[in-house]
């Protein structure tokens, strides 16, 4: 448990930092805007509690918007998906239901399975993300381009850390 905790802790504070200090440094003309710390709630166990799941989303929202000056942007974004993330697993879980003591992860559960989690909640995130910044239909496809692309930007830059992750394990 206190492993566990520490663990979660660290992967915590350094996809913050790599958010922050390098990611939100990193944009490609307006449109691709890299939010890998979503990944963060993303790898949190599958037993994770409903509740817990909230606090650590909106810990996780709150001190993005710290430190990028958005008053309660990310907050909302992040606490939608983990929101989201409960029926999402549901809905693609095996039929026998997830074996105990996997993440999810490439690493457990293949590249398919974590594509068919990782798009759907990386693009409702950013969704809500880009069309709550702008808090505005006008410019509707504008907005939908900017949280398409950063959401393929987003995912790539997912997979390539979870092919560092599987990577470290074999070693």
């Known amino acids: ?19 922050v200090v390098l990611l939100d440094n990193l944009q490609i003309s307006r449109y691709a805007v890299p939010f ?28 993005i918007d710290l430190f990028e000056h958005t008053l309660g942007l990310h907050t909302s974004a992040t606490l939608f998906t983990a929101w ?4 999402v697993l549901r809905l693609i879980a095996p039929r026998d239901g997830y074996t105990p003591n996997t993440r999810p992860g490439i690493a457990d559960y293949g590249t398919g399975w974590f594509l068919r989690y990782t798009v759907p909640l990386t693009l409702a995130h950013h969704l809500f993300l880009f069309y709550f910044e702008a808090f505005s239909f006008h410019h509707f ?8 692309v950063s959401s393929a930007f987003t995912l790539g830059l997912m997979l390539l850390s979870q092919l560092f992750v599987i990577k470290n394990r074999r070693e």
């Open 84 to 87: 989201l993330r409960p029926g």
């Open 1 to 19: 448990m206190i492993n566990s905790f520490l663990r979660y802790t660290v992967i915590f504070v350094v996809i913050v930092l790599v958010q």
């Open 141 to 148: 496809f504008n907005t939908l381009a900017r949280a398409l």
């Open 36 to 63: 890998l710390y979503i990944l963060f709630l993303l790898v949190l166990p599958f037993e994770t509690p409903g509740w817990l799941l909230l606090l650590l989303a909106f810990l996780l929202g709150f001190t």
